[in-house]
């Protein structure tokens, strides 16, 4: 059943009857739950923000077939339309993890203020187990199958391999062993950013206007620098959203904004990154998932429910690893397709496709997430 926080967020708690007396359908629903719901059932949680990183990780699986899809060829109309677009659109469910994680790592270290040695060592945790999962064989590949990837001479090798291991590569322009690795290295360098705004500068420790006041200049500058920079990583600026998030920002954004937070948004930020440049387009796209996440966040509006189901909350559970796995799976299956295919791809099979493909995404995400970050990580 689900009851609510004192503060008006939703929270979980599962009452499960004995296995022996439930039909087929509802042991497999218990054991889905069993697998994929992360804590303990006797806690609370944010609920929303599952459903939300399940959301993001179907925008980022329609981005990468999108992608796959328009390299083989595809006709003008509809399809080819829809195509192009969730190849611009589907990119920014990155951004919506952005914005998660600004909210929790800065509302937890601000809440809480451990050791700065402790704080990366619970995130080293958190993300090297699986991406060492990943990492490791796409390395051997790329020496078996790939010639010229990895640099010619000992010291340029180790030097290539150890700045894609320690995830400076997104942040360095250099071509990436893992291509989505370079999201990792945005948290990365948030982690290390914001854990030395808060604990080593003592921010946390001043009134919430003194902190707004310092997240304003330092969005103001970062703002600033991207109009001006063209190296800086613009798409970090979400993770500012999360962060006046977790200073309770959000609090009167009404229920019906959480659509502008996503259907509106579609176009809009599309339309605003061609016609307007990568910063306005960023900015815009920033604002809605903001919207978004404050409406859910409080539990208000259909949005807000819509990310409270299950299956979608499980599906953001375990959003890092089919993160880290679902472009491989699909730049797989549709390179064989490409062999099979003559001319550009049908559209009855472009649509065709999205199911058993993301069933496929779904099914190797699931293996690295039972074997090695729910164990390992999330423990």
Request: hydrophobic share 55%; charged share 10%; proline share 7%.
């Amino acid at each position: 059943m689900i009851r609510r926080r004192s503060n008006g967020w939703p929270a979980v708690r599962l009452m499960r009857a004995p296995a022996s007396s439930l039909s087929p359908v509802a042991r497999t629903t218990d054991w889905l739950c069993r697998t994929f719901e992360l804590q303990d059932p006797a806690h609370a949680r944010l609920l929303p923000m599952e459903g939300l990183r399940g959301m993001a990780v179907i925008l980022v699986f329609l981005q990468h077939y999108c992608v796959q899809a328009e390299l083989i060829g595809l006709p003008p109309g509809v399809t080819g339309s829809f195509a192009a677009l969730f190849h611009s659109y589907g990119n920014f469910g990155v951004e919506l993890f952005f914005v998660l994680s600004g909210y929790l790592i800065y509302g937890a270290l601000v809440r809480r203020a451990p050791p700065f040695i402790v704080f990366m060592r619970r995130r080293i945790v958190r993300i090297y187990p699986a991406f060492l999962a990943v990492f490791c064989p796409v390395l051997l590949a790329t020496f078996m199958f790939i010639p010229g990837r990895i640099p010619d001479g000992a010291i340029p090798a180790i030097r290539y391999i150890a700045a894609n291991l320690f995830l400076v590569a997104g942040i360095v322009p250099m071509v990436r062993i893992v291509d989505v690795a370079w999201s990792l290295s945005y948290e990365m360098f948030f982690y290390i950013a914001t854990g030395f705004l808060i604990l080593g500068l003592c921010v946390g420790r001043l009134q919430r206007t003194a902190r707004l006041v310092v997240l304003a200049l330092l969005w103001a500058t970062f703002l600033i620098g991207s109009l001006t920079q063209e190296w800086l990583p613009l798409r970090m600026m979400p993770f500012f959203a999360g962060m006046a998030l977790a200073e309770g920002m959000g609090g009167r954004v009404p229920g019906w904004a959480g659509w502008a937070g996503w259907a509106p948004a579609l176009g809009l930020a599309v339309l605003s990154t061609h016609r307007v440049g990568p910063v306005v387009g960023e900015l815009i796209q920033t604002i809605c998932f903001f919207l978004l996440c404050a409406v859910c966040f409080r539990s208000v509006g259909r949005v807000s429910q819509l990310m409270c189901w299950a299956p979608l909350r499980w599906l953001g559970n375990m959003s890092y690893s089919y993160y880290l796995v679902h472009g491989f799976i699909v730049r797989l299956s549709m390179t064989a397709l490409a062999q099979v295919v003559t001319g550009a791809l049908p559209p009855v099979a472009f649509w065709l496709l999205i199911v058993p493909l993301f069933a496929a995404t779904l099914a190797g995400s699931a293996l690295l997430f039972v074997g090695v970050e729910k164990p390992v990580s999330l423990r």
